[in-house]
């Protein structure tokens, strides 16, 4: 395992490598069979820049979550985009860092609100499959200045380069939080209530529905008295939907880190997807999942976790419907295929980016 | 600005083209008499000008592929064209390219505010997208200043913002996914009504890739439900480094406007006379809206308030009703109007840290008494991005080089304070030649690297983005 402790040393190793590298941050997302010497980011650690009154945020890839997460609470800030921590599910050890959270564009509910990781990052460095480094992007919030491979970067699993610095814009903090829960309502019905909801002006934040226990959780942020009002007008919105209750503070906060860290599947016994469709798809998803499939809602029914029986094919599942699913466990291939003119692209990209074929074999496509 | 000189070859060959693409279009969808053509000769960045060799304006998708193969396999360049609003040049064609319109592509495809989505076609204009939907009380965030007349094509191409994208993000942000059709006629689809991307983000690349990547023929944008309601907060200060500490105050309270514009003594005296939105005579004016019930609206506002009354302000305008926030907005909405009635204008887009705003408004002071030629800055003061104004006189030997040449200035300045050349507006050809100040060559290689994928021969938007020297051997190729 190589971990160099500097940009130039790290540039160095891709440059120098004679077979693939394995690119990681914490190790805690292992997904997909990425093969070749483990080259580590953790070396690259700390905060380059912090500027609170700009919103914003720049960061060495190998920095731990939590660092980023301590220094941003302390100005009563935080990361827009709720990025999920995959070791309960994934039953990993270690320590997330915010380049795996950006090579894998993990984003937690309140993507439906604020966007995904893709979508807060402002720029990047890294090192490309022979050894140079690139820089786009930069630390201010509008840039349309030359391509947009900061996007393209998000969510690469490290197949493109090598991240050693990213930028993000920031949110304030949170002063109240609380949710509305919908009791004994069946995936058709909660989609149903939850597309009501997010269609109202009444700002939901995150929208999740899990059918073990019949829950719909709807969540509401922001000032006191702002987040009492839209709850009693959402409560009127969706009067009809069944039993309801509320949960405020600290119960509140729980069940959003638990809902996005999805920890009801961890430990759970099968093959682990995640499905990505629009939400009035989601109950016709359901329907087609094999019998024994256990799964929840998430981002008003957009995204949609399965615990499925070894082996079983959970893209049959999607039919022709509009979508993808991608396999975190399991025989399965772990992304979904793309259609061919799409996948000429992809494989385009990556042999301009990566002409030896060495980073993260394997992985995407 | 210098372009590319025609290849003669192609210019010789008029005739054929025009015949070939006459033969997988309505004969009017063709416009290649000379007189006709010149409608296409620029687009906003009125002081460049060239006539193409022709212009076509396909209805379908089918139909720009069939345009796009035809023009890949006889080697002509293709510069695509929304409404022509680009304050870059984006649109700007060569003598020997075919200008691609996608004005007739206006449709609405499918809209569904169960999944808050609408699917169109790009050659519809902004402001009607947010039209197709507002009866049921839905809107399309991203609103750039050209609204009503800009098409999603050109939204998407520059990845255009505006002045609520403090809180709902710019075109790269709201679009779920694209219709394009690459250069040698292959129709891709990429991204849908889902929320994220199975493989690469393709969609996040092509997404102000300048046209140069595919013509998009249909777009899927996220709509929002609208808000119960908003009201502006108007501040005078006579100063603006305080202008600028309050605005740093305003965000890291917690409090996030959707809107927090800025405009400077020139543009506040300019506006007056030209609106009359009763201003106060001041060095910096701030207007600061913020959404939501009536409720709160009134809490964050007393919170905004305060703020602002521990920065001595010299007038506090808080709107009382819809008039008086029309009134307020009066004149930020008429600034460039305003301006440009004092003189011809060059409106530069640069993006800054929000912390450097006092230095960097200093700076523009003294560039402007160096050159000889007035400036005024109104711009977008929660994200950083821009917009001085420098008048010039177009009728005046040299005043449009000596303006060019302070942009230039001004633009190296937002650089080098950590921001960066454009941060709505685009390249285009405005701003490519600075592209070596903000970008290293193998930055710029990288980017380019893109196009070689995408645009294998180089024939889509050529002569844009990229310094043409860094180019030249891609385009001959």
Redesign the interface.
Same mark, same amino acid.
């Not at chain 1, 990505?276 to 009035?280: E, G, I, M, N």
């Not at chain 2, 569904?112 to 989505?117: H, I, L, Q, T």
């Given at each position: 395992m190589m971990t160099p402790d500097s940009e130039a040393a790290l540039a160095e190793a891709v440059a120098g490598a004679k077979g693939p590298l394995r690119i990681q941050g914490g190790g805690t997302r292992p997904i997909g069979q990425a093969e070749g010497e483990v080259l580590s980011t953790a070396g690259l650690s700390g905060i380059e820049l912090y500027?609170?009154?700009?919103?914003?945020l720049v960061v060495r890839a190998g920095t731990p979550v939590a660092v980023i997460e301590a220094a941003l609470a302390k100005?009563?800030q935080r990361l827009p985009f709720d990025p999920m921590d995959h070791r309960a599910l994934l039953g990993t050890k270690g320590e997330p860092t915010i380049g795996g959270v950006v090579a894998t564009?993990a984003?937690g509910p309140r993507?439906?609100q604020a966007?995904?990781c893709?979508?807060s990052l402002i720029g990047v460095r890294y090192v490309?499959g022979q050894g140079?480094?690139?820089?786009?992007g930069?630390?201010?919030?509008?840039?349309?200045?030359?391509?947009?491979?900061?996007?393209?970067l998000?969510?690469?699993y490290g197949t493109?380069g090598v991240l050693t610095e990213v930028g993000f814009k920031v949110?304030?903090?949170i002063?109240a939080t609380a949710t509305l829960v919908l009791n004994g309502l069946d995936v058709t019905r909660a989609v149903d209530a939850m597309?009501k909801a997010?269609?109202?002006?009444f700002e939901i934040s995150a929208a999740a529905h899990f059918p073990e226990t019949g829950q719909t959780t709807l969540r509401l942020e922001?000032?006191e008295?702002?987040v009492t009002?839209?709850m009693a007008?959402l409560r009127a919105l969706l009067d009809g939907f069944g039993d309801m209750e509320e949960l405020h503070g600290d119960a509140s906060r729980d069940l959003w880190t638990a809902t996005r860290d999805v920890t009801h599947f961890a430990g759970a016994q099968g093959d682990l997807w995640r499905i990505?469709?629009?939400?009035?798809d989601a109950p016709d998803v359901v329907k087609h999942l094999p019998d024994g499939a256990r799964l929840s809602l998430d981002?008003g029914g957009?995204?949609i976790w399965v615990v499925a029986p070894k082996g079983a094919d959970i893209r049959a599942a999607l039919g022709g419907i509009?979508?993808?699913?991608?396999c975190l466990r399991g025989s399965a291939p772990t992304?979904?295929p793309?259609?061919a003119?799409?996948?000429a692209?992809?494989r385009?990209?990556r042999e301009?980016?990566d002409p030896r074929g060495i980073l993260n074999t394997g992985l995407?496509? | 600005m210098e372009m590319p000189a025609p290849d003669v070859k192609i210019m010789a060959k008029k005739a054929k083209l025009v015949e070939r693409l006459q033969s997988v279009l309505p004969l009017d969808a063709v416009i290649h008499d000379e007189f006709e053509t010149r409608a296409y000769e620029c687009d906003a960045l009125t002081a460049y000008k060239c006539p193409p060799l022709c212009a076509v304006l396909p209805s379908s998708t089918q139909e720009v592929s069939a345009v796009l193969k035809i023009c890949h396999e006889e080697g002509v360049p293709v510069v695509p064209r929304g409404s022509g609003t680009s304050l870059a040049g984006g649109a700007l064609p060569t003598a020997d390219s075919v200008i691609l319109g996608v004005a007739k592509l206006n449709d609405v495809i499918e809209t569904?505010?169960?999944?808050?989505?609408i699917k169109v076609q790009t050659g519809r204009t902004n402001l009607s997208v947010t039209g197709a939907v507002e009866e049921n009380?839905?809107f399309y965030a991203p609103d750039p200043s050209s609204q009503l007349a800009c098409a999603i094509a050109g939204n998407i191409a520059?990845?255009s913002?505006g002045a609520h994208?403090l809180k709902y993000?710019?075109t790269?942000?709201n679009l779920l996914g694209v219709t394009m059709v690459?250069m040698d006629g292959?129709?891709?689809?990429?991204g849908?009504?889902?929320?994220?991307?199975?493989?690469?983000?393709?969609?996040?690349?092509i997404?102000?890739?300048e046209g140069q990547m595919g013509v998009v023929t249909e777009a899927t944008l996220r709509i929002l439900?609208?808000?119960?309601g908003a009201r502006p907060v108007l501040m005078g200060f006579d100063d603006n480094e305080v202008a600028g500490a309050c605005?740093?105050?305003i965000?890291?309270?917690?409090?996030?406007p959707v809107a927090i514009e800025f405009m400077d003594r020139p543009v506040i005296r300019a506006t007056e006379a030209f609106a009359g939105a009763g201003y106060p005579d001041c060095e910096a004016l701030l207007i600061v809206e913020v959404e939501?019930?009536p409720?709160?609206i009134d809490?964050?506002l007393s919170k905004i308030l305060e703020i602002a009354r521990r920065h001595n302000p010299v007038e506090l305008r808080e709107s009382t009703s819809a008039e008086e926030s029309a009134k307020i907005w009066l004149g930020r909405k008429s600034a460039f109007g305003a301006m440009g009635q004092i003189n011809d204008y060059m409106c530069l887009d640069g993006?800054?840290?929000?912390?450097e705003l006092p230095y960097v408004l200093k700076r523009i002071g003294e560039l402007s008494k160096q050159y000889g030629l007035d400036v005024g800055n109104v711009f977008?003061a929660g994200?950083?991005?821009m917009h001085p104004l420098i008048l010039f006189d177009a009728n005046k030997e040299g005043d449009l080089e000596l303006c060019e040449a302070m942009g230039a200035d001004i633009l190296r300045l937002c650089v080098e304070v950590?921001?960066?050349?454009?941060?709505?507006?685009?390249?285009g050809i405005e701003?490519r030649d600075l @592209?070596f100040d =903000?970008? %290293?060559p193998? #930055? @710029?290689e990288? =980017?380019m %690297?893109?196009? #070689?994928?995408?645009d294998p021969k180089w024939l889509l938007n050529p002569a844009k983005?990229?310094p043409l020297s860094v180019t030249e051997t891609r385009r001959a190729g």
């Open positions: 500027e609170p009154g700009a919103l914003t100005e009563n564009n984003s993507r439906i966007g995904a893709r979508d490309d140079a480094v690139i820089k786009n930069g630390r201010v919030m509008k840039n349309v200045t030359g391509y947009d491979l900061v996007k393209l998000a969510g690469s493109l949110l304030p903090g002063e597309s997010l269609g109202s002006p922001g000032f008295a702002s009002y839209r007008q990505s469709v629009k939400p009035s981002w957009g995204m509009a979508g993808h699913a991608t992304f979904h793309e259609p003119p799409v996948a692209i992809s385009g990209l301009k980016f995407m496509g | 569904s505010y169960e999944d808050r989505y009380d839905f520059m990845n913002g994208c993000g710019v790269t942000n690459q292959t129709v891709v689809e990429i849908g009504a889902h929320l994220d991307s199975g493989g690469y983000d393709l969609l996040g690349l997404c102000g890739s439900r609208k808000p119960e605005v740093a105050d965000i890291k309270a917690g409090v996030l939501g019930s409720g709160e809490e964050q993006t800054i840290p929000v912390s977008h994200d950083g991005n950590g921001g960066c050349l454009t941060g709505e507006h685009g390249v701003k @592209m =903000q970008f %290293k193998e #930055d @710029m990288a =980017q %690297k893109v196009k #070689d994928v995408f983005v990229f």
